[in-house]
């Protein structure tokens, strides 16, 4: 007798498999790109959802304080956690600038990881790579002038985090995809 179940998760709890989704973490400071390897590395895997943490508190005037700091963080995990227990994505894309591994440590602490396999990449690259982005990035009105003194020194904070690293420096953003996808299947 063969019995279809509608629910994959149904499925899983009688016939005890389980399978682990992905939480692929992608970090760095401003401009390195975050955003765009993200969008490229959805392309790339089946049953994706993406967050970008920046949109968690896109507000004007940009206030950063204790208050915004914590909405930000419960903003970000009420996101997440609903992302992990949708049974549609098994994959979960979320950037943000985590500059301190502190910042990745509280949000994982959040969430509600027993059916995921957490993988966790900086973004780093040269400072001339960097400067010459946020040049870009300046002269297109994206940013604003301070963003390169706001930046720059963050580089080196990615050199001590529990993450893989991949310098972005000179490649672009599907390359960079690529090789987090590569590393998460393996």
């Given amino acids: 007798m063969c019995i279809i179940f509608e629910q994959p998760e149904i499925f899983s709890l009688i016939c005890g498999e389980r399978k682990l989704k992905n939480l ?27 967050l970008d943490g920046d949109w968690c508190w896109d507000m004007s005037p940009f206030i950063v304080n204790h208050e915004t700091k914590e909405m930000v963080l419960d903003n970000i995990s009420y996101l997440l956690n609903n ?7 098994e994959n979960i894309v979320f950037c943000w600038v985590m500059h301190e591994q502190s910042i990745i440590d509280n949000v994982l602490s959040r969430l509600k990881l027993t059916d995921c ?3 966790k990449f900086s973004l780093v690259c040269s400072e001339e790579a960097l400067i010459s982005r946020l040049k870009n990035d300046i002269a297109a009105k994206i940013r604003s002038e301070d963003i390169i003194e706001r930046s720059v020194p963050r580089l080196k904070n ?24 590569r590393h998460i299947m393996q």
């Fill in 24 to 50: 692929i973490i992608i970090n760095g400071t401003m401009g390195v790109g975050k955003t765009a390897v993200s969008k490229e590395l959805q392309k790339l895997l089946p049953d994706c959802v993406f």
């Fill in 158 to 181: 990615y050199d001590k985090m529990d993450t893989v690293k991949i310098d972005v420096s000179h490649i672009s953003a599907k390359d960079a995809a690529e090789i987090i996808f």
């Fill in 83 to 89: 992302f992990i227990s949708c049974s549609v994505f």
């Fill in 117 to 119: 396999k957490v993988h």
